[in-house]
């Protein structure tokens, strides 16, 4: 069966530090793979989505970047945090862009 | 994208039926219909999707009016462990320019009181 992996699952960073986020997924082969983020008290916003490796699309202008180096491996980075980067990061995939996506347990990130 | 209006919260009773309601009045005839839940500090958790027809698995049962304008998420005996954020999402199904992503609103706010 197939399986999300998200670390760490907290994390707190001062501001102006760099970050990076991986997710990798098992049991399956040439995932779509996701990035989404959910501030306190709001909906999700998606960030980045790939379809394969070295392929990312980005959703919206940010402080963020995202890479995928192996096939199940998506990696979320920042050079400097800001205070408005905190939040509830989690790590999605699905098969292809008609089915469900999985999601992971998420990273709870805190800038100070 | 088509959005959905959903109502913020709604409360159920342990063991009793609920029915979450969606509105999406600006579907297109290639949009599927996908429920998702997120419990408390948890990332969100598949239900249950459709086209057209009602749909029914494990986790609940999918009521989708004939003018697909409106559904329904039917959850048949709730539990305490169904207490959770309950989003309807419309998907694109004919591989568009944004990939079929899910366009996350705020959902609707399940409790379920013992």
């Known amino acids: 069966s197939q399986t999300i992996h998200q670390w760490p699952a907290t994390l707190v960073q001062p501001v102006g530090s760099p970050l990076s986020l991986e997710c990798t997924v098992e049991g399956t082969s040439n995932p779509n793979l996701y990035w989404y983020r959910q501030a306190a008290g709001r909906g999700l916003q998606l960030l980045f989505y790939?379809?394969?490796?070295?392929?990312i699309s980005s959703e919206v202008p940010q402080n963020l970047s995202a890479s995928r180096p192996q096939d199940r491996q998506f990696i979320l980075s920042s050079k400097k945090l800001l205070l408005s980067d905190s939040g509830f990061y989690l790590c999605?995939?699905?098969?292809?862009?008609?089915?469900?996506?999985?999601f992971g347990d998420g990273t709870r990130l805190s800038i100070l | 994208d088509a959005k959905t209006t959903q109502p913020n919260s709604m409360e159920s009773n342990e063991e009793e039926p609920v029915h979450l309601p969606c509105n999406h009045s600006?579907?297109?005839?290639?949009?599927?219909i996908h429920w998702y839940r997120q419990l408390p500090s948890q990332g969100p958790e598949y239900v249950i999707h459709?086209?057209?027809s009602n749909v029914n698995n494990r986790m609940a049962s999918l009521a989708i009016a004939e003018d697909r304008k409106s559904s329904t998420l039917i959850l048949h005996r709730a539990t305490l462990r169904d207490a959770a954020v309950y989003y309807c999402i419309l998907r694109e199904g004919n591989y568009g320019g944004s990939q079929g992503n899910l366009i996350f609103g705020k959902g609707t706010k399940l409790s379920v009181k013992p």
């Open positions: 459709g086209l057209t």
């Open positions: 600006t579907i297109s005839g290639t949009d599927y």
């Open positions: 790939s379809v394969g490796i070295g392929q």
């Open positions: 999605a995939w699905s098969i292809d862009t008609n089915q469900p996506q999985h």
